[in-house]
């Protein structure tokens, strides 16, 4: 049974390595729940804000095992943004964790 707002959730933020990503693992870590980044980028910076973070190294368009990914966790935040230069990527990187989410019956988030 997913986590309540009173209780510790598991989230997994997509991008959370980046600009808004990070203030959404910021965020999260400050309330206390467990959170998770999936990052092209491997886990170097997997602190969030002084507090410890999971870092799960996938290239979204090209992963297999996002459904597994995200039913390891109790929400989704999509925080997104392709690479200068290939920004038609973006729907095809979003569709991709917002059908691991449906397909998990997670909740989600899409934020930008």
Known sequence: MPATASKTMRIVVFGGLGDVGRRMVDEGARRGHRMSVVSRRGPGAGEGGGRSVRVIERDVLSADDLDEVVAEHDGVISALRPRDGQEETLVGLTSR???????AGRRFVVVG
């Open 97 to 103: 964790v917002v059908e691991a989410a449906v397909s």
